[in-house]
């Protein structure tokens, strides 16, 4: 009994001093001889992330499309190849699975994610300018974290006390219930409820059931304040004691081992448990981040999905602001990004000429935000961007008017069609004034979307797939540092 228990011990320490010195090893390996890029990629769900990751790294690899990315440009990569991701614990970034899908026959678009995943992409790349005649290339590994927006979310609970974060949710419910059944039945379960009385884990799942159906709707109307991320995105902590928690009213006594206290209890252990790991694991190490947009999606869906978009990415880019939340600077530990790229997703819905306007609404919509990222000295910019060009424009004349439209081919259908989206203001407040003003729909214009399947690709080696403006987000998130 004895010596198992010793020898669990030294086992155990034994490992630790080793892994202590394997990560010294790794570290100063990497940071003195090959420069590391730490790329997050994140946006709120159906946003674009895996899309955006499998066409720029086939991008890299195969990189005739890539001229907006100077080394590229220049002839500068000799090499791009995928090795193995540094953090052995985080899920891989399924390229090989998602490459497959836009190039099957018939292509379609990848399955949704809904969890971290990281990938490695090693370049060979050799020096610019004066240095190329006496340096050979040298590697950068650029290490892509996939990751859901919803998390960074997340971040406002890190402040909150389950008293106030209950206060806060039950009203946003109540001001939902007239236009939502799951708010109203939620909130109708929750007043049943005695939260001092004795805990009975049943009527605690049955709370947390339709607490979570409730955000479930909320997203599909288009709500982006879907906290806590994790009760939509569970992965493997699925029916835990820590995504088993819901809003309460606030008992005038709180017994021990009352459903209150239990509820308390495990909103902070998904503050310790799940919420911070996160910020300290994976988002501190993050040098570089685009921050994905489906903004059309969200002016099709109208004007109180436009305003719930720009809260949550005011909510969003708090994470980037560490000089305000004195737990998070804890956790970040002095470190920051150093550029963050706003990019509305899938501008090929929209004929070229709307896409500085694209851009101009995507840069409105993260004003606040930016503002604040940059006071923590983070480099900003916003572009409206397609990872993979699903469509091709066509002018349409109709009654003596031009229309500028794009063609593809539509998801559910498999037929052609030319859409015409609308013409977006010039000036963004157009849109996002009577969005925060509270209106019901858009006054002068419908914005329509459609699905367009992914394009047929016949590719020639060396050449990735077609899209818009992928080159230039490259060279805003990693030119520098090739
Ligand atoms: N036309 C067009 N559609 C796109 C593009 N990128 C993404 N989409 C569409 O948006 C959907 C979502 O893209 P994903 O890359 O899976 O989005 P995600 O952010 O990874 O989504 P989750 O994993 O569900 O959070 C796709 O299935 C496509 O329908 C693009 O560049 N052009
Ligand atoms: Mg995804």
């Avoid at 996160?278 to 002016?299: E, K, M, S, T, W």
């Avoid at 851009?359 to 990222?373: S, V």
Wanted: neutral net charge; aromatic residues 6%; hydrophobic residues 45%.
């Amino acid at each position: 009994m004895e010596e198992g228990s010793r020898l669990v011990g030294i086992t155990s320490l034994a490992d630790s001093i080793l892994r202590g010195v394997e990560n010294v090893g790794t570290r100063a390996s990497e940071t003195l001889f090959e420069p590391v890029i730490r790329l997050g990629v994140t946006g709120l769900a159906r946003a674009g992330k895996t899309v955006f990751i499998t066409s720029l790294v086939t991008s890299l690899r195969e990189r005739e499309r890539m001229h907006g990315l100077v080394a590229a440009q220049e002839g500068r990569i000799a090499a791009a190849y995928l090795q193995p991701q540094p953090d052995d614990t985080v899920p891989r970034f399924d390229y090989e699975a998602h490459w497959g899908a836009l190039t099957a026959r018939p292509p379609h678009w990848p399955e949704s994610t809904r969890a971290i995943s990281e990938l490695r992409l090693s370049l060979r790349v050799r020096p610019s300018g004066l240095l190329s005649g006496i340096q050979g290339a040298r590697v950068v590994h650029l290490d892509i974290v996939d990751y859901p927006g919803e998390w960074l979310l997340d971040l406002v609970l890190l402040e909150k006390s389950y008293a106030e974060w209950s206060r806060e949710v039950l009203a946003r419910l109540s001001a939902r219930k007239a236009t939502s059944n799951e708010a109203a039945r939620y909130l109708a379960l929750a007043e049943a409820e005695d939260a001092a009385g004795t805990l009975e884990e049943p009527r605690a799942q049955a709370l947390a059931r339709a607490f979570t159906d409730y955000l479930a709707a909320a997203r599909d109307n288009g709500a982006y304040d879907v906290t806590p991320g994790r009760f939509l995105l569970p992965g493997d902590l699925a029916g835990s004691p820590v995504l088993t928690f819901a809003p309460l009213a606030e008992p005038a006594r709180v017994p021990r081992r009352s459903l209150w206290r239990e509820m308390e209890r495990r909103f902070d252990a998904y503050r310790a448990q799940v919420v911070r790991p996160f910020f300290r694991d994976h988002f501190a190490r993050i040098d570089r981040q685009i921050v994905l947009l489906d903004v059309l999606g969200a002016i099709h869906k109208g004007p109180a999905a436009l305003e719930d978009m720009r809260a949550a990415m005011g909510d969003i880019l708090g994470a980037f602001r560490p000089g305000r939340n004195a737990l998070l600077a804890r956790l970040l530990r002095g470190r920051r990004v150093e550029r963050i790229l706003f990019a509305a997703t899938k501008a090929d819905h929209l004929h070229h000429s709307e896409h500085a306007r694209l851009a101009a609404i995507t840069a409105a919509l993260t004003e606040g935000a930016r503002e604040r990222a940059r006071f923590a000295g983070a480099r900003t910019e916003s572009m409206a961007i397609a990872s993979l060009r699903a469509t091709v424009e066509e002018i349409r004349r109709h009654e003596g008017q031009e229309f500028p439209c794009v063609r593809g081919t539509l998801l559910e259908t498999g037929r052609q069609a030319a859409l015409y989206p609308g013409r977006l203001p010039d000036d963004p407040a157009a849109l996002l004034g009577p969005a925060r003003r509270g209106a019901g729909t858009w006054l002068d214009e419908d914005y329509e979307v459609m699905n367009f399947a992914p394009p047929e690709l016949s590719l020639r080696p060396g050449e990735g797939p077609p899209h818009i403006r992928l080159d230039r987000a490259a060279q805003f998130l990693i030119g520098d540092r090739l």
